[in-house]
């Protein structure tokens, strides 16, 4: 390797260091500032999933071995998966516990969806529980001929 292209791979991987702990920080930032739950999963979700990817990077162009690169891949797959879909699970939370300001809310998609389950399901015959097993038990049922055991 030419000395030029170590000294711009050191380069590339310091400003990705720094790029990648900004947005780290500011995601930090963000969650201590932002005034309710939903603003401050936002902060710890999108600057967060971005930050960890430049800091990876950052680091397999620091260390320069191919037998890293699949290691820093599945690390990062694993946060672009396990993040939104636990704030996605911690807003739900928060919403059925009424931890979220609805006045800042510009549209309320999730209002009548809990609403009709409070009510008592889909379609008002089963409660919140019975509701998920009475569907999956008669999940690919048709009505026209007995279903398969």
Not at 20 to 32: D, E, N, R, V, Y
Not at 76 to 104: C, E, N
């Amino acid at each position: 390797m030419t000395p030029e292209l170590d000294a711009a791979l050191t380069w590339a991987a310091g400003v990705l260091m720094v790029v990648g702990s900004a947005l780290s920080l500011g995601a930090a930032f963000g969650i201590l500032r932002f005034p309710d739950l939903l603003t401050r999963m936002h902060a710890a979700t999108k600057p967060q999933v971005l930050g960890s990817l430049m800091l990876l990077t950052a680091v397999g162009l620091q260390l320069r071995t191919w037998a890293l690169v699949p290691v820093l891949v599945v690390a990062w797959i694993f946060q672009l998966l396990t993040v939104p879909v636990s704030a996605h699970m911690l807003g739900r939370s928060g919403y059925r516990t009424k931890h979220l300001d609805k006045a800042r809310l510009s549209v309320d998609e999730l209002e009548e969806v809990v609403a009709r389950v409070e009510r008592g399901g889909p379609d008002g015959a089963h409660g919140a529980h019975g509701g998920a097993a009475a569907g999956a038990a008669g999940a690919g049922h048709d009505g026209g001929s007995p279903p398969r055991a």
